[in-house]
């Protein structure tokens, strides 16, 4: 009782008042917890963030930028995990992109070599009808002594001369008969279908039209003629200028274009050959 009594009278005033004395606490309050200051922000805490960013980014996303120690580690996950749908769907992307550079890079070839075949065969073609037409030209008025033929070529060129078709006579021997024969060649364009067209009469008896060209853009012909009397050619002209001059040569000009194959390849221009023949054999007249 004295005890308690001293307390109390310690906690009076000295009117008498009781005086309200507050303990300090016996557990304290860390100070790392009760200091609200602002602290600067520790570089290594965010580098160690950072890191675990990526580590996270990069399993998400299963990049093979790996480092040569981790591959085995890599493919033993990738292995066990299987590939992401992001995978897939890039690598069929890809996928698609090469497949398709490539089909496009086989067409455009072989539209290339469709068009280069064209080219090569309209050339041979219009070689091969302008070998055939000359060979013809150059036995224009041909006319054999032999005592034995009866065959005289009196219209070496039959009128009338034209631009765009030719007649012509020669005599022809016939081995396999032991015969004279008068042959008579005609060659002219037609227009629907456009065809150059050969047409052999022999002795007066006219034979089938043959087609020597497909898809023919230009057959001209110009003549060569002599004014000066001496035989010797001096100028070209076309054939309603000739009038009384006597035809020493012939010039051909002869364009075809290649026969359509692929509809979706590229128009080719016409093929075009040009060749002039002198007719050797004197008794030309017009």
Known sequence: MRTQSATIKGLRSQDGALEPKFLKPTTEIPNQ???????????VVMLNSFQHLVKIFSAFGRHTFHSRTRDRVFRSNLNKNGVSLIELLVALVICGIVVAGSYRFFITQ??????????????????????????????????????????????PIVAPLRDDSITFSYEYYDKTTSQYQKHTVAYWREMNPPRLIRQLTINEVAGSPDVLLENVDDFELTYGISTNGNGDMTQWVPAEKVEKNKVIAVHVVLSATPTPINPDARTVSPRTLASAVTLRNLSMVR
């Open 110 to 155: 072989n539209k290339a070599y469709t068009v280069q075949d064209q080219v090569i065969e309209a050339q041979q073609n219009v070689r091969l009808a302008m070998e055939i037409l000359m060979r013809d030209l150059r036995m224009a008025g041909y006319d054999d002594d032999s005592m034995n033929s009866t065959i005289t070529i009196i219209n």
């Open 33 to 43: 917890v009760r200091d609200d200051r602002k602290r600067e922000p520790n570089p």
